[in-house]
Nanobody
Framework: QVQLVESGGGSVQAGGSLILSCEYT?????LGWVRQFPGKEREGVAA???????SYRDSVTGRFTISKDNAKNTLYLQMNSLKPEDTAMYYC???????????????????WGQGTQVTVSS
């Protein structure tokens, strides 16, 4: 199974930026990012398929950018204009079946990273 290791989380003030990275052992059909707020279920944030087609949840569209570098086996999430409501644990996810869309990740991903915390202060 593909192994996923996230890095890059941290604390930032509202309006700031962070970039998350996820190293993967091999590329799968669909890779993405999922976040989980304290006491709530996970929600898909962004996804990218093997052809580089991306999708985002509405609340991050225009602020977050997902990308990957297959030569480095690394997935990225560039997060700009961060808001306090973006505070969550962020997980890298790999999905091998089904449509590659951010909103499908939670239900279809088969592999997960350990997570990295993002905290945005007002």
């Amino acid at each position: 199974q593909v192994q996923l290791v996230e890095s890059g989380g941290g604390s930032v003030q509202a309006g700031g930026s962070l970039i998350l990275s996820c190293e993967y052992t091999y590329s799968t059909f669909c890779l993405g990012w999922v976040r989980q707020f304290p006491g709530k279920e996970r929600e898909g944030v962004a996804a990218i398929d093997s052809e580089g087609i991306t999708s985002y949840r509405d609340s991050v569209t225009g602020r977050f950018t997902i990308s990957k570098d297959n030569a480095k086996n690394t997935l990225y999430l560039q997060m700009n204009s961060l808001k306090p409501e973006d505070t969550a644990m962020y997980y890298c996810a790999a999905q091998s079946i089904g449509a590659c869309r951010a909103w499908h990740l939670v239900g279809l991903a088969s592999n997960w990273g350990q997570g990295t915390q993002v905290t945005v202060s007002s």
